[in-house]
Structures are given as structure tokens and as C-alpha cells.
């Protein structure tokens, strides 16, 4: 059972409808070269503080939550369908690239001819 949104006494805005409204504002206002800006000035405090080690080990991390959520929520099988889907399109794609070759070919000798 989830909990309704919490109000402000008199019935205004929840926290989160408030927050939207403002980001919205500050969208319309600065644009989005503004969060870029932003970004970039974070991304960069961050270097500065932690160093390129601090990226690999959270990436690290990351990759590695990420994937143990990703079995567990689809467990092996999911693998094996993905994997066939792969092998699937890329011979797809093997097939296609040999008729555009052959095409191309057949176009080079037709030209010569011509």
C-alpha cells in the first residue's frame, strides 16, 4: 500500500509537484545551455576533487549492481534470448552488407561496360 503525496496544511502544492514547478521555471528562464554549464562546472569539481580513480570505481560499481539486479530480475534464460537475438541480427546484417557488396560490384561492372 503506498502512502498519498503529502500536502501542505491547506491543501497547496506536495514537495514534489513544487519542485517540478520550479525546475520547470528555471527551464523556461535559463535554457538548456544552462544545465550543460552546470554540469560540466559539477563534472569538473568533481576531477578535481576525486581524481580519474574515483570514475573507474564507481563505473566499476555501477556496471556490477547493475548487472546482478538485471539477473535477478530476469534470471538466465533472459541471456540466452538476448544472446540469440544478437547472433540473430548480426548474421541479419552479414547478408544485407554481402547483397549491397554484390550490388555495388554488379553496378562497377555494368558502368565498365557501358
Do not use: N
Amino acid at each position: 500500500m503506498t502512502t498519498p503525496p503529502k500536502r501542505k496544511p491547506g491543501g497547496g502544492m506536495t514537495v514534489r509537484e513544487a519542485g517540478q514547478k520550479g525546475g520547470e521555471t528555471v527551464k523556461r528562464k535559463y535554457g538548456p545551455e544552462f544545465y550543460e554549464q552546470i554540469g560540466r562546472k559539477g563534472g569538473e569539481a568533481t576531477k578535481a576533487a576525486h581524481g580519474h580513480e574515483f570514475y573507474e570505481t564507481i563505473g566499476k560499481k555501477g556496471g556490477k549492481k547493475g548487472g546482478e539486479a538485471t539477473r535477478d530480475r530476469y534470471g538466465p534464460s533472459f541471456y540466452e534470448e538476448i544472446g540469440q537475438k544478437g547472433g540473430q541480427k548480426v548474421k541479419q546484417l552479414i547478408e544485407e552488407g554481402k547483397k549491397a557488396a554484390a550490388a555495388a560490384a554488379a553496378a562497377r561492372d555494368d558502368a565498365k561496360k557501358g
